[in-house]
T-cell receptor, first 110, second 114 residues
Framework: RKEVEQDPGPFNVPEGATVAFNCTYSNSASQSFFWYRQDCRKEPKLLMS???SGNEDGRFTAQLNRASQYISLLIRDSKLSDSATYLC???????????FGTGTRLQVTL | DTEVTQTPKHLVMGMTNKKSLKCEQHMGHRAMYWYKQKAKKPPELMFV???????INESVPSRFSPECPNSSLLNLHLHALQPEDSALYLC?????????????FGPGTRLTVT
């Protein structure tokens, strides 16, 4: 079983739609969680950190369920510029090692 | 400002060449990282420096040699690479090492080994 699992997609949604991605992690010792977005041939950019049960930033909401070991990302009112790959990332312990999921690709269309 | 810079943007090198990748941050971060990313795959951690000392080496072949000359700079020296080492090499930094700290990535160096 992979340490961090994501549905690769692609998720094709129209502009204005709400879309949700889920991510599961296997290591119950994971203590902090992040969502990054990555555009084609660019670096990952930090989207949100999720340290407790959840976090909201504008159109983006991240939730953490420790009991079930999953993290979700909800995007409301999708925009064309949201088209990217979304990476779910967990950090385990004090070693600063980030474990990346393989990413979920989102394509927002007109 | 959460900027990490990397040079060069692109690099083509032969298998007998020696080259270096450079990374710089001026955010006062004390942890810096090298990652390797192949197409359609997530980034893979290579090295972690904490307070200018190497703290993690993810069993990376010795043809990759990291160096941290000071708290703002991180280099990756390359020698006798193989074609399968062609990838995007990403540098990242965080305020400190430890699970609370977010990592910020540079734009990467796209390396091609011929």
């Amino acid at each position: 079983r992979k340490e961090v699992e994501q549905d690769p997609g692609p998720f094709n949604v129209p502009e204005g739609a709400t879309v949700a991605f889920n991510c599961t992690y296997s290591n119950s010792a994971s203590q902090s969680f992040f969502w990054y977005r990555q555009d084609c041939r660019k670096e990952p950019k930090l989207l949100m950190s999720v340290y407790s049960s959840g976090n909201e930033d504008g159109r983006f909401t991240a939730q953490l369920n420790r009991a079930s070991q999953y993290i979700s990302l909800l995007i409301r009112d999708s925009k064309l510029s949201d088209s990217a790959t979304y990476l779910c990332v967990c950090n385990t312990g004090t070693a600063s090692k980030l474990t990346f999921g393989t990413g979920t690709r989102l394509q927002v269309t007109l | 400002d959460t900027e990490v810079t990397q040079t060069p943007k692109h690099l083509v090198m032969g298998m007998t060449n020696k080259k270096s990748l450079k990374c710089e941050q001026h955010m006062g971060h004390r942890a810096m990282y090298w990652y390797k990313q192949k197409a359609k795959k997530p980034p893979e951690l290579m090295f972690v420096y904490s307070y200018e000392k190497l703290s993690i080496n993810e069993s990376v072949p010795s043809r990759f040699s990291p160096e941290c000359p000071n708290s703002s700079l991180l280099n990756l020296h390359l020698h006798a690479l193989q074609p399968e080492d062609s990838a995007l090499y990403l540098c990242a930094s965080s305020q400190d090492a430890g699970f609370l700290y977010e990592q910020y990535f540079g734009p990467g160096t796209r390396l091609t080994v011929t």
